[in-house]
């Protein structure tokens, strides 16, 4: 049966994750050699993970099912006054909201679904988001407080942490036009906030700039995490079709399916680009023209710079004409710089670019580690230093109006079909808030 038919109850729960847990997905014995060789490539990199290992389990987030609470301890959201709606999407709306309790504003999430899916149970992957959420506790990483509902409980809000900008208006409307070290720092904490999610066995999988946030403080924080997954060793394989096509790895264009955290770092490092050029590194019209600008900068893949490139599914099927590129970075970027940054400036340090390549690289085993890159040159020794948290701009609150809504592309599609994989009872999603609740003697 798949995730999208079933219905957990109480009744068949320990089963579904039995079932889950010892799934044998019958692939062939070509792709089990193909995945035996990527997981003796990543036990060799991972190593020092090996001993946690067998505690990650996708099933992770299911697990914390097992306990209930009752569902009249959420609050009322009566108790919270609207603002204004920040923003709209397929899955939820988000408004600026003061918690009339703590005289605190937030950002209330109504969580969307339609009248059928409701009757079949809550999906399970905003069940997903909260737990992933409530697990991480980072400054670089959007906060979740606390599950809300109505009186009828039959609709639930998500209280996060209030944040007055996205990443992306910021760079759209040149507010405020960062200085070379205000960029470090904002590539400095996506590092840290990431470095911070993989060393608790969490990827991400939709890093983009308008899921990361701006705050006056100076805090970057990374939001969203729905398309967010537990990950280990081993490998498992995944969905290949996620991420927004502009910020997707190569490998996930070629239909990989044991990919890792790797994905995670290629997006960033073209949100570091889009830091330095103001707007998106690979604008595709689709899939096809996204991946021939990719190699159209980064070259052109092959067996000696991507081993096992041609084994890819894509590649197999014929899916995408690969052209003959030479890497084109330097014409991008202009290194030299060293001082403050003019607005449209595609200009870059030498460390600067060295950095980027590491974080663009086709073949993921060879891509820079979150790790690694903070200890980079370019944020641990260039001048101009990286800019002090204390010390970054303000800007007058983005978020304090409605944004029109935004275009998810084919995005949207894609995910409205993986967000409502698999049900769960209304009350067994709240249990995790209890759960929470206890763990930090509230």
């Known amino acids: 049966m798949e995730d999208s038919d079933y219905l957990l109850t109480p ?8 079932d889950k847990t010892n799934n044998n997905d019958g692939s062939s014995s070509s792709e089990n050699d193909s995945y035996n060789q990527k997981l003796d490539i990543y036990n060799d990199e991972n190593s020092e993970r090996k001993d946690h290992s067998t505690h990650i389990k996708q099933t992770d987030y299911e697990q914390k099912l097992s306990s209930f609470f009752d569902i009249n301890s959420c609050r009322d959201v009566e108790r919270f ?8 999407g397929t899955y939820g709306t988000v408004y600026r909201a003061l918690d009339l309790d703590t005289d605190e504003i937030v950002a209330l999430k109504h969580i969307k679904f339609h009248e059928v899916q409701w009757k079949e149970g809550f999906p399970v992957t905003y069940l997903r988001e909260v737990s992933i959420l409530l697990e991480l506790n980072h400054p670089n990483i959007l906060s979740v407080r606390e599950i809300v509902t109505n009186k009828k409980h039959d609709e639930f809000y ?3 942490e209030y944040v007055e900008h996205e990443l992306k208006t910021l760079l759209e409307e040149n507010r405020p036009n960062f200085t070379l070290s205000e960029r470090k720092c904002l590539l400095k904490q996506l590092l840290e906030g990431t470095k911070y999610m993989h060393d608790n066995w969490v990827m991400h999988r939709d890093l983009k700039t308008p899921n990361i946030l701006y705050n006056n403080k100076g805090y970057v924080k990374i939001c969203d995490f729905g398309m967010a997954r537990k990950f280990g060793n081993p490998i498992k394989k995944y969905t290949h ?3 927004t096509h502009w910020y997707r790895a190569p490998e996930l264009f070629l239909g990989e399916p044991y990919y890792t955290e790797k994905t995670d770092i290629w997006s960033l490092g073209c949100i570091f680009a889009e830091i330095i050029l103001s707007r998106p590194l690979f604008m595709g019209v689709n899939d096809a023209d996204t991946l ?6 980064c070259g052109s893949p092959n067996e000696d710079n991507w081993p096992g490139f041609t084994k890819l599914p894509a590649i197999k099927n014929n899916k995408f004409t690969i052209h003959k590129y030479k890497p084109s970075f330097e014409s991008v970027f202009k290194v030299g710089i060293m001082g403050g940054m003019v607005h449209g400036s595609t200009c870059m340090t030498e460390h600067g670019l060295d950095l980027l390549k590491k974080m663009l690289k086709l073949d993921p085993n060879q891509r820079i580690s979150a790790k690694d890159a903070l200890e980079h040159p370019y944020i641990s020794q260039e001048k101009p230093r990286t800019q002090a948290i204390e010390l970054m701009p303000t800007v007058p609150d983005t978020n304090c109006k409605s944004r029109v809504k935004r275009k998810q592309g084919d995005n949207e599609e894609r ?3 993986s967000r409502f994989k698999g049900r769960v009872d209304p009350a067994k999603f709240l249990s995790i808030m209890k759960q929470n609740k ?5």
């Open 11 to 18: 009744e068949n729960y320990e089963q579904y994750v039995n």
């Open 292 to 297: 021939d600008k990719i190699f159209r900068l």
């Open 158 to 160: 998500m209280v996060m």
């Open 81 to 88: 006054k609207c603002l204004n709606k920040i923003s709209e």
């Open 241 to 243: 079709n996620v991420v």
């Open 415 to 417: 995910e409205h079909s």
């Open 438 to 442: 206890l763990s930090k003697g509230l």
